[in-house]
Nanobody, 121 residues
Framework: EVQLVESGGGLVQAGGSLRLSCVTSGFAFDDYAIGWFRQVPGKEREGVSCTSSSDGAIYYRDSVKGRFTISSDNAKNTVYLQMNNLNPEDTAVYYC??????????????WGQGTRVTVSS
C-alpha cells in the first residue's frame, strides 16, 4: 500500500520556522520525485518545491526561494521541507506527493493527507 504521511505543521508567528516531514512507503522512493504543495480554501493547490532523486533536480516556487529548503533522506524514504522566515501568506495545508518527475500538480500519482501550517502576524 502506498502511503505518504506529512507531519510538522502547526501554528507559528511570522518570522518563525517549521520543518515538515513526508514519510513515504509502498513504492520505490529512489524512482520518484517528491513534491510539496499547499492549498488554501478557495484557491487552487500550488507547487511549493520538488526534489527528484533520479536526476538531482530541485525546484522552488519564487515566493519561497531563499526561505524554504527541501531535502531527502533516502535511507528513511523521507523528504523534508525546512521553512524559515515564515509569513502569513504561507498559511495553508501542505501536502507531499509523488510522481515520476517534478511536474504539474495533475501529474502526481500519490498524495498525503496534508498538514496544516498557520502563520500569525
Amino acid at each position: 500500500e502506498v502511503q505518504l504521511v506529512e507531519s510538522g505543521g502547526g501554528l507559528v508567528q511570522a518570522g518563525g520556522s517549521l520543518r515538515l516531514s513526508c514519510v513515504t512507503s509502498g513504492f520505490a522512493f529512489d524512482d520518484y520525485a517528491i513534491g510539496w504543495f499547499r492549498q488554501v480554501p478557495g484557491k487552487e493547490r500550488e507547487g511549493v518545491s520538488c526534489t527528484s532523486s533520479s536526476d538531482g533536480a530541485i525546484y522552488y516556487r519564487d515566493s519561497v526561494k531563499g526561505r524554504f529548503t527541501i531535502s531527502s533522506d533516502n535511507a528513511k524514504n523521507t523528504v523534508y521541507l525546512q521553512m524559515n522566515n515564515l509569513n502569513p501568506e504561507d498559511t495553508a495545508v501542505y501536502y507531499c506527493a509523488a510522481a515520476s518527475g517534478c511536474s504539474e500538480v495533475d501529474d502526481y500519482d500519490y498524495w498525503g493527507q496534508g498538514t496544516r501550517v498557520t502563520v500569525s502576524s
